[in-house]
Each structure stands twice: as structure tokens, then as C-alpha cells.
T-cell receptor, first 113, second 115 residues
Framework: NAGVTQTPKFRILKIGQSMTLQCTQD?????MYWYRQDPGMGLKLIYY???????DKGEVPNGYNVSRSTTEDFPLRLELAAPSQTSVYFC????????????FGPGTRLLVL | GDSVTQMEGPVTLSEEAFLTINCTYT??????LFWYVQYPGEGLQLLLK?????DKGSNKGFEATYRKETTSFHLEKGSVQVSDSAVYFC??????????????FGKGTLLTVNP
């Protein structure tokens, strides 16, 4: 049981490039989330999904897109990377919403130069 | 909106010292409260949680009590170890306004425990 896995672990992008951060969970969770963690700022929710085919914006969605074609996968797409997107990105999942424990992946460190 | 305020760090302690990390919150509904821990180079993992007032969450010697009257959820441990060195996040999940999916995090408190 791997839990939540993320790839890549680290990536350097040039300004204007695009990339997809991969996230997969094997716990059959309906809810999945993408957060970004900036130094000293805690975590901010980018997008979330309550099931396959259903996604919605979180607090900081600008510059990102997501899709959820299967229960297991929840990729995050960065279009036209900007230095402000330099951050650590965490994917998480939970069985339901309110009050449930969220399980986090190990994170992807992204540097945009 | 919802918010979580936790003790500014960093906190540096000697092994076997007593730990308190303060956390207070504001929420429109009746939140569940969490402490997550992030060890160096890893993702967050749940340390403990409490879902209603006066509940006490506990795990690995850490404790926190959900105090509705003071809107607090302070983290305590009687005797810290070097292996407790990590960043600790207080968070809440609110059941009001259709936002029950969301965790609102504090900024995190870096704890370093020296031998």
C-alpha cells in the first residue's frame, strides 16, 4: 500500500514552460487535493476534487489546471510557468471531506527561473 | 472566513524538556481540529485530531484538547526527543458554508530538539 505518490520530486522550469505534476493514490479515496507550501506561509489549497470527473478551485487556482479522469489520479498542470509558482507542491487525499484525515504525498519541489 | 494562528517559531528545546505550541482558531461553524507534523524532506502526516469540544487528541506522547470557550487547540508533550524535530501545523476543517472539504492551516512552527 503506497498511499499517495507524486512525481517528479524536483524540477527546474524556465519562465513560460509548462509541466504536469503527477499524483496517484491507491486508497480508493474520493477526495483529492493540491496544495502549495511557501516558506513560512503554511499550505494553500490550489484545486480539489470530490470524485472522478468533478473538480473545483481552491484559494489560489490562477496559473494551474487539473483533471480527474479516474479515482486514482489527479494531475496538476502548470501553464506558462512564472517565478511566483516556485514552491513545494503537495497532493493529498481523503475518503470524505469534513473531519477526515488527509493523507499527503512526499511533495514536488518546483523552481521556476 | 476561517483562520488558524499558531505560535511563531522557531522553537529550540533540549531533550526531555516540556513542549507547548499554541494554536487558536476562528471558524464560522463547528470545526474539527488537527495537528499535522512534517519531518525534514517529507510530506505532512496527521499527528492527532479532535472533532468536538472538550475532546482530547493524543498520539506518540503528544496531546491537544479542543477548547471551544477559548477557541484553542494547544499542542503539548511532556518530554521531547531529538526525533520530534519537525515542523508542526495546526489546521481546521469547518463544516459550514459548503467548504467542508477544506483544511485551513496555520503557518507552521519549526521545532528543533537538541541532545
Amino acid at each position: 500500500n503506497a498511499g499517495v505518490t507524486q512525481t517528479p520530486k524536483f524540477r527546474i522550469l524556465k519562465i513560460g514552460q509548462s509541466m504536469t505534476l503527477q499524483c496517484t493514490q491507491d486508497m480508493n479515496h474520493n477526495y483529492m487535493y493540491w496544495y502549495r507550501q511557501d516558506p513560512g506561509m503554511g499550505l494553500k489549497l490550489i484545486y480539489y476534487s470530490v470524485g472522478a470527473g468533478i473538480t473545483d478551485k481552491g484559494e489560489v487556482p490562477n496559473g494551474y489546471n487539473v483533471s480527474r479522469s479516474t479515482t486514482e489520479d489527479f494531475p496538476l498542470r502548470l501553464e506558462l510557468a512564472a517565478p511566483s509558482q516556485t514552491s513545494v507542491y503537495f497532493c493529498a487525499s481523503s475518503s470524505t471531506g469534513f473531519g477526515e484525515t488527509q493523507y499527503f504525498g512526499p511533495g514536488t519541489r518546483l523552481l521556476v527561473l | 472566513g476561517d483562520s488558524v494562528t499558531q505560535m511563531e517559531g522557531p522553537v529550540t528545546l533540549s531533550e526531555e524538556a516540556f513542549l507547548t505550541i499554541n494554536c487558536t482558531y476562528t471558524a464560522t461553524g463547528y470545526p474539527s481540529l488537527f495537528w499535522y507534523v512534517q519531518y525534514p524532506g517529507e510530506g505532512l502526516q496527521l499527528l492527532l485530531k479532535a472533532t468536538k469540544a472538550d475532546d482530547k487528541g493524543s498520539n506518540k506522547g503528544f496531546e491537544a484538547t479542543y477548547r471551544k470557550e477559548t477557541t484553542s487547540f494547544h499542542l503539548e508533550k511532556g518530554s521531547v526527543q531529538v526525533s520530534d524535530s519537525a515542523v508542526y501545523f495546526c489546521a481546521l476543517s469547518d463544516n459550514s458554508g459548503g467548504s467542508n472539504y477544506k483544511l485551513t492551516f496555520g503557518k507552521g512552527t519549526l521545532l528543533t530538539v537538541n541532545p
